[in-house]
């Protein structure tokens, strides 16, 4: 379902808000299949709601709930007491699908059961209570991590051409998980090279795709926390990339300045993210963004142009610009050492 977002002058007849408010439905839906990995359990063939209980694990009765919910949804195709996967929903919802979001979507219902607790969030300030998925914390690491990768396997080739000229001789990727924005950069700069600099469970997983594409060559993954060490030096482009509204401004500042320390003199450092107008309510992803910051970290939020020119400045930075305008987590700040 996909929230439609009104004029500010809008009336709100009471159906219209209860309409709103039974929005959580379709949502809790699809994220019980994705935790279940439930279209996965049943692609490839017609199967009744018992087989696909007895598959999953899972009661019988609610199996046959949910899986009603789902057709009502079209995500499962129903007829003669047996259910189906129709082929453009495996492609997106299972672990294999040639256009696969399921990590995505497992990552969403974790932010679910963090939403759920906004209200309590508001009263006290602090984030909801981490709710682990019935998958486990590990395994919700790793589809954080994994949508994460798909979501950036989709827009990084197209966002890294169109801010071009961008030359680097050599790239810093600062937390650069399995190495997706390095790629798209290495293939704008044939002759360039790169650092990827990450937590230390992520960086095999950097080092097993790099190794697979045949780029081990011309980058070295080097493990680290930016939070607590210094970065690796030698770089002329930082690449900071989704990060900054997971901290507070103070915490951004301390990073902008071991980027500074880290490059060479001249370097630049590029920053992806999203950036508010000064109303803080456009662009409308960046308002409701921050919400999923609010709940999820302890000063993390989303920061104007303004807000983000004066922390780089304070760090050193100098010439802020901003080369792309995007509406959602998209927009590049470039700055010079």
């Known amino acids: 379902m996909m929230l439609t977002i009104l004029p500010m002058d809008v009336k709100w007849p009471a159906d219209k808000v209860l309409d709103l408010a039974r929005g959580f ?29 007895r598959r999953i694990r899972a009661d019988p009765r609610a199996v046959a709930i949910l899986l009603d ?10 007829g003669a007491g047996r259910y189906a996967v129709p082929a453009d929903v495996a492609s997106a919802l299972t672990a294999g699908g040639t256009a696969s979001v399921l990590s995505m979507s497992q990552h969403q219902a974790n932010c679910l059961r963090r ?35 798909d979501l950036a396997a989709r827009t990084a080739p197209r966002l890294v051409r169109g801010i071009q000229p961008l030359p680097f001789r050599h790239l810093l990727d600062v937390g650069g998980a399995s190495g997706t924005w390095t790629i798209a950069f290495l293939e704008a700069n044939p002759s360039g090279t790169a650092t990827i600099f990450d937590l ?34 030698g770089a002329d482009l930082a690449w900071v990339s989704a990060i900054v509204h997971q901290n507070s401004r103070e915490q951004n500042r301390r990073l902008f300045r071991k980027v500074f320390r880290a490059l060479e003199p001249g370097g630049r450092i590029a920053i992806r993210d999203v950036v508010m107008e000064e109303s803080r309510t ?27 020119k004066e922390d780089l400045r304070r760090a050193g930075f100098a010439g802020v610009r901003l080369a792309r305008r995007g509406e959602g987590n998209d927009s590049v700040l470039v700055a010079r050492r």
Not at 122 to 148: E, L, N, Q, W
């Open 200 to 233: 230390p469970h992520v960086i095999p997983m950097a080092r097993k795709r790099l190794r697979k594409l045949g780029l081990s060559g011309r980058v070295r993954a080097v493990a680290g926390d930016f939070y607590r060490d210094e970065l690796p030096r």
């Open 69 to 78: 919910a789902l057709a009502v949804l079209g995500l499962l195709r129903k």
């Open 115 to 149: 939403w759920a607790q906004l209200a309590r969030v508001v009263k006290t300030g602090r984030p909801a209570a981490p709710i682990a998925s019935v998958r486990g914390r590990r395994k919700d690491t790793a589809a954080f991590i994994g949508g994460m990768h």
């Open 282 to 308: 456009a662009p409308v992803s960046g308002a409701l963004f921050a919400v999923n910051m609010l709940v999820g970290t302890p000063g993390g939020g989303t920061f104007t142009f303004r807000e983000l």
């Open 25 to 53: 439905r379709e949502a809790c839906v699809l994220a019980a299949a994705a935790d279940l990995e439930l279209f996965g359990a049943m692609a490839g063939a017609r199967r009744t709601a018992g087989q696909v209980a």
